[in-house]
């Protein structure tokens, strides 16, 4: 099974970014620690899982991203930063595409500001995962896996 790890705007500066709401690791950080879970995913499922990164600060590149995942058959772990609230875009890209979407955030989107509370994804993502930092990531590609195997068979 393939999921794309796609990360929206700001993210690239996670480590330096406002650490104490998004932590202390880096992209790159969490990017290993999903290529380690992958692998025993992987073994345990008796399945390869093939991981693929990117991150972009702009909105049209993302849609594009959201789409090739899509039109592709791979899950998408979907970090759209700001524009979770925002992209109308994004969320006709999900449906358009018939993308598998767990949305992630590092932080708990509903316990910061009012504008944070509302997602514009959400609702054609298959779930959300918010407030668990990095391990968020982790929980998703967990999550994604066994349902990218039930749509094979
Ligand atoms: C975020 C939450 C968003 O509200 C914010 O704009 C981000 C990061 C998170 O991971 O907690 O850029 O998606």
Redesign the pocket.
């Known amino acids: 099974v393939a999921v794309h790890i796609l990360n ?4 690239n500066l996670l480590g330096q970014r406002e650490p104490a709401i ?1 932590g202390s690791l880096t992209l790159a950080d969490i990017e290993t620690r999903l290529r380690d879970k992958a692998a025993t995913l992987g073994r345990n499922a008796g399945v390869a899982v093939d991981l693929a990164f990117a991150q972009t600060n702009i909105e049209g590149e993302l849609v594009t991203l959201v789409q090739r995942a899509g039109l592709e058959g791979a899950g998408v772990i979907l ?4 524009y ?2 925002t992209s109308i875009a994004l969320r006709d890209a999900i449906a358009g595409a018939g993308a598998l979407v767990v949305e ?4 708990n ?1 509903h316990a ?1 500001e009012q504008f ?1 509370h509302h997602s514009m994804i959400a609702a054609v993502a298959h779930g959300v995962i ?1 407030g668990f930092g990095a391990t968020g990531y982790e929980l998703a590609l967990e999550a994604i896996v066994p349902l990218l195997q039930g749509r094979q068979q």
Do not use: C, D, K
Not at 8 to 11: K, R, S
Not at 104 to 107: D, E, R, T
């Open positions: 929206g705007p700001n993210l998004y970090n759209a930063g700001a979770t609230h992630v955030h590092l932080s989107v910061r944070r918010s």
